[in-house]
């Protein structure tokens, strides 16, 4: 007896060196976030979009650049709040890892040198306009073309300390000088230089495929910590922590191939949809410039450059009264939703007594895609009887808590976390986590792949399904529901949240540096709570159905059991008797197997 107490002495005294040594944040540098691309130097200069608007459509709104996206979260991504509560928390877990985060929130900062701190709190007032006209009109492409790129650009590559191998995690490339890109042959009042680079979804690469730099891949499909204080061997995003891969899920699926007909659903004026910009910023008729007698096209892009983030806009119109203007803002979160609602088609269908819904992923990457940290996605569904009395619901939500229920529906979403080495190293439990400065593992992943999607090239980018299955070829999700006797209507619907109440909360409650999470969670309260967005509807009149229930007496017992095994007509099945009409559960005129399979379902005390 006193041997084992000893042990658990000895162990007990372990672990609590263990815990002693595990500590917060992880004493990482600069130099473990290296990436390589334009450095902060002489970039100080990137002019204000105010500046632009001028010329190209701060007043006229038939010219579609300058309103659409002042209203559009890549013009707010320094003023949104989420932004700096997850900046706060990540700074607590591993030192300068908010040089990531900066450098795609607001270039101009980034390229001016006001990133470091790395926890924000140099971004001035000026750098909020955050992702604007001057950082994509000055990007250059990483890869020079001879007699395609701008001449110029061989210059530029040539003095970079290093130039990018790929297109991702912010690594971007810019003219140093104040030289405006685009993919026309115009003569605009200002320096300017034809990109073909503008038409390529590898420039919206460049900032959504996001990487820790600090982990690296291993044979296996492990992720281990670097050396401190080293930069990441390889500067290549495959051999890094995936944060989120959009633009791999898309260079992956059919559209990277030469495009998909989706009958205009997002392009504008454009039937086929190949790259970002065609469904992100749709074609449409109009002008670039309301200056002088500008040329009209039928194919100027929209620069709405909206995605799923339908909520956020409504916290910065708080946040920066002063700055905003509410007006674009709100029109932008419109059509954010309307670009939820053409993401995804929904189809149900009856099959005995079970309800079946497919979910089919109408994007050129996952869906939903992009940030993973509490985005999600649901089916919702409501069995009701010929008075229209609710007799059960799957996926509730309750708006006033912002609780959803997740045991008895599907919910798509990628959860991350950290393994056992960086739990000993942090004093965090293994598992699931929000930490996504720490986190090296994905747990689950059940977004709904697109079209083309192969199992083999999307393990290689890194964004290959976890916990849940899809065949090849395969961008939809099939869901079956157990519908309740006496069901005459069933209601699907579709639900996606940008923001989980664990998440906010988490941001909330793990901050302890400063009052943006604090901030963050009075404005989601404000603004309610991430107020999921109904992407699709569909009503389906059920028809009768049995369940099993033989003598009526309301549930399925062993009475029926007996009754059930005497209607039994083999495996193949047979025409059923009017007595045996209880036992069809599929409503295919048979009593067999696959009744058998439900029935067992059904059956209870």
Partial sequence: MRIIRGIAVLVCAAVMADAARAQLPVETTLADFFQSGSQPDSYDQFIHSNNCGTCHGSVTEEVRIMQPWQGSMMAQAARDPMFYACLAVAEQDARFVGDVCIRCHTPRAWLGGRSNPTDGSNINDSDRDSVNCSTCHRMVDPVYEEGVSPIEDETILANLLKVPEDFSGGKYVMDF?????????VEPPHAFLQSPFHKEAQLCGTCHDVSNPAYTRQPDDTYVLNDLDTPHPTDVARDQFPMERTFSEWASSEFARGGVDMGGRFGGNRQVVGTCQDCHMPAVDGSACD????PMYTDLAAHELVGGNAWAGEMIINLYPDEVDADTILAS????????RRAVTLDAAQDGDVLHVRVINETGHKLPSGYPEGR???????????????????GAYDWNRANLTTDDTKVYEAKLGIDQAVADLTGLPVGESFHFALN???YKDSRIPPRGFDNAAFKRVQAAPVAKGYSDGQYWDDTVFALPVGTTQAVARVYYQTASKEYITFLRDANTTNDKGQVLYDQWRQTGKSPPVEMALLTLEVQWFSNGDFDSYGGVDVTDHAAFAGCMTGPTGGPVEPACEPGDLDGDTDVDLRDWSRFQNRFGP
Wanted: with cysteine.
């Fill in 291 to 294: 200056f002088g007698d500008p």
């Fill in 177 to 185: 000088r104040d030289r405006r890109r685009g993919p026309r042959a």
């Fill in 376 to 394: 999600r996605m649901w089916i919702h569904v409501e069995c009701r009887d010929a008075d229209g009395v609710l007799l059960r619901e799957f």
């Fill in 440 to 442: 090296n593992v994905i």
């Fill in 333 to 340: 979160m419109e059509r954010a939703r309307d670009m939820l």
